[in-house]
C-alpha cells in the first residue's frame, strides 16, 4: 500500500509555455501533499505544503504565481509551472502523507517528473 | 532552522561489507526520523521510519537507530550487495513543523563487485 503516482514522468516545453504535473495517491487518502525540486546531485527541496480544500502555503523564496498548486480531491494534487523557463528546468517530486502511528506521519514520495525547458 | 547532515557524502565498498551511514541534526525536537533510498533518475523510496520515541528500527539487512538527545541517527548496512548502489537520504519530521521533512545532504554509496 502507500503508492504515489506522478504524471508525466518526463516532459520538455519551450520557454514561455506552462506545464502542469499531477500527484495522486492511489490507494490511501492524503489530506497533505507536498511538492519538492532537486537539482541535479543536490537533494531535495520543500517548495510547497498543499492542503486538500484550502491554499498552498510556499517556502520562503518559492514565487507562488509561478508554481501554482491546486489541492482538488484527497488523492490529487497538482503543481502548474506557469511561464516555464530555462531555469525551472529540474526535477519535481510530490509526497503524500498518512498517519503512521500517534500525531505522526509518514510521507510516501512519487516516482518524480523531470522537466526541461528550452 | 533544522539543519540536517550527512556523512560521508560518497561511499564505494567492496560487495560483502558491512557499513554505516551517518546523519546528524541540529534540532532534538522531533517527530521521527525516516531514511530513503534514491536511484539515480528516480523517487523516494522509504527504508526506515524511526518514530521519536524509538531507538531503533530494522528491516531485512537495514537496521536504522536514533539518539534523538544528540542529535544523530545511524544506518546499517549489513552485506552489502551491488544493488545497493544509490544515493540515501535521511530526513527529520520536526515536532509543531506541519509534517515537512528536512532532508539531509545525502551519502552516494557503491557497492562494487
Known amino acids: 500500500g502507500a503508492v504515489v503516482s506522478q504524471h508525466p514522468s518526463r516532459v520538455i516545453c519551450k520557454s514561455g509555455t506552462s506545464v502542469k504535473i499531477e500527484c495522486r495517491s492511489l490507494?490511501?487518502?492524503?489530506?497533505?501533499m507536498f511538492w519538492y525540486r532537486q537539482f541535479p546531485k543536490q537533494s531535495l527541496m520543500l517548495m510547497a505544503t498543499s492542503n486538500e480544500g484550502s491554499k498552498a502555503t510556499y517556502e520562503q523564496g518559492v514565487e507562488k504565481d509561478k508554481f501554482l498548486i491546486n489541492h482538488a480531491s484527497l488523492t490529487l494534487s497538482t503543481l502548474t509551472v506557469t511561464s516555464a523557463h530555462p531555469e525551472d528546468s529540474s526535477f519535481y517530486i510530490c509526497?503524500?502523507?498518512?498517519?503512521?502511528?500517534?500525531?505522526?506521519?509518514?510521507?510516501?514520495f512519487g516516482p518524480g517528473t523531470r522537466l526541461t525547458v528550452t | 532552522k533544522q539543519e540536517v547532515t550527512q556523512i560521508p557524502a560518497a561511499l564505494s565498498v567492496p560487495e560483502g561489507e558491512n557499513l554505516v551511514l551517518n546523519c546528524s541534526f541540529t534540532d532534538s525536537a522531533i517527530y521521527n526520523l525516516q531514511w530513503f533510498r534514491q536511484d539515480p533518475g528516480k523517487g523516494l523510496t522509504s527504508l526506515l521510519l524511526i518514530q521519536s520515541s524509538q531507538r531503533e528500527q530494522t528491516s531485512g539487512r537495514l537496521n536504522a537507530s536514533l539518539d534523538k538527545s544528540s542529535g544523530r541517527s545511524t544506518l546499517y548496512i549489513a552485506a552489502s550487495q551491488p544493488g545497493d548502489s544509490a544515493t540515501y537520504l535521511c530526513?527529520?519530521?520536526?515536532?509543531?513543523?506541519?509534517?515537512?521533512?528536512?532532508f539531509g545532504t545525502g551519502t552516494q554509496l557503491k557497492v562494487e563487485l
Open positions: 490507494d490511501f487518502q492524503a489530506t497533505t
Open positions: 509526497s503524500a502523507t498518512r498517519l503512521a502511528g500517534g500525531s505522526s506521519y509518514e510521507q510516501y
Open positions: 530526513a527529520v519530521n520536526l515536532a509543531g513543523g506541519g509534517n515537512k521533512l528536512t
